[in-house]
Each structure stands twice: as structure tokens, then as C-alpha cells.
């Protein structure tokens, strides 16, 4: 059975828990106001794609590819992203709802993260590097042995990251969030 190829289409208020998705690869193409939730969106290429208030919580994505791929306003709580394909790996997040997702081990330099609920969110040896994190909330994101060198977190709060476990050079902070760096060792800063 040939996997099916799909360029420049616009999928618009599918609901994939509904109608299966078809298995192939996905260029180019734009999905608006559609549900993947608890969909197994596994061995899925999307290539240069834009999803637009999407659905994907707890979406299943075995060696899907997400290659250039924007999420725009997107439900996606409890998306295991560490279990993506990895290679050519790069997509950017606006507005959108990634608590208690996953990233765990995943190289993923210069990713976008803006106006985004990060909570909960495992970053575990993750590498960031150079990444934007524009007014992000972190609260309870777990950070450990995580490569977040000039990375940009100016705007973001509620993280609690230690410069100890935590690859941090040229990382960029604000006055008002460098507490988030302190947390650990219980100081109290007015």
C-alpha cells in the first residue's frame, strides 16, 4: 500500500477522531479548526505546514515528522513531542496550550515558543539553544540537564531552572524573572 502525498491543501474543521487520517505526507498544506485529539497520528510527514486552532491533546505522534511545521492557537496538552521523528526536527508554537507535554531528549535549537501555557512541561536534557520563549508560562516545567544556552527567556515566568543542572551561557533574562535561577537555594530577594 503506497502512502499517500498531499501538497498546498487546506483541511478545514475535520475532526480526526472521526474520519481517519490518511498515513503519507503532508505538504505545504494548512489545518484550521481541526481535532486530533487522541488521534494516532503516527509515520506522518508534515512538511512546511501551518495548524491553526487545532486540537492535538494527547495526540499519539510515533515518528511523525514535524519539519518547518507552525501551531497557531492550538490545544495540545499532553503531546509526547520526545517520540517525533527527530531528524529535520523544527517547528514554532503561537498561542498555544502545550501543558504537560513532553520534550524530553529533543534537539531543537532555535524554536519559537510565544504567548504559549508551558506548564508542566518536560524539558528534560532537551537541547533549546538560541530558542525564544516569549511570555511563557513555566510553572512546574521540569528543566534538568537541559542545554538553554542564548536562549531568550526576557519575558517568560514562573520557571523555576537551576544554573547548576542547566546549560545557561548567554542565556538572556530579565530583573524581574533572574529569581526563577534562585529559587533553589531558598534566598529571599525584595
Known sequence: M????????????IDFKKTKIN???YDNCTFTNCNFENVHASNIQFVECDFI????????VDNTAFKEVTFINCKMIGVKFN??????????????QLSFSSFYQLKIPNTKFSNCNLQEVDFTEAV??????DNCDFN???FGETNLEKSD?????????????????GGKF?????????SEYRVVVD
Open 83 to 96: 517520540e517525533c521523528d527527530s531528524f529535520l526536527l523544527q517547528f514554532s508554537f503561537k498561542d498555544c
Open 53 to 60: 486552532d487545532c486540537n492535538f491533546s494527547n495526540a499519539i
Open 153 to 169: 527567556f526576557r519575558t517568560a515566568f514562573n520557571f523555576n531552572i537551576s544554573p547548576e543542572k542547566n546549560r545557561l551561557k
Open 174 to 182: 530579565s530583573k524581574d524573572n533572574v529569581i526563577g535561577l534562585l
Open 23 to 25: 498515513k503519507g505526507e
Open 140 to 142: 512546574g516545567a521540569i
Open 2 to 13: 503506497t502512502d499517500t502525498y498531499f501538497d498546498s491543501e487546506e483541511f478545514t474543521k
Open 128 to 133: 533549546l539553544t538560541n530558542s525564544i520563549f
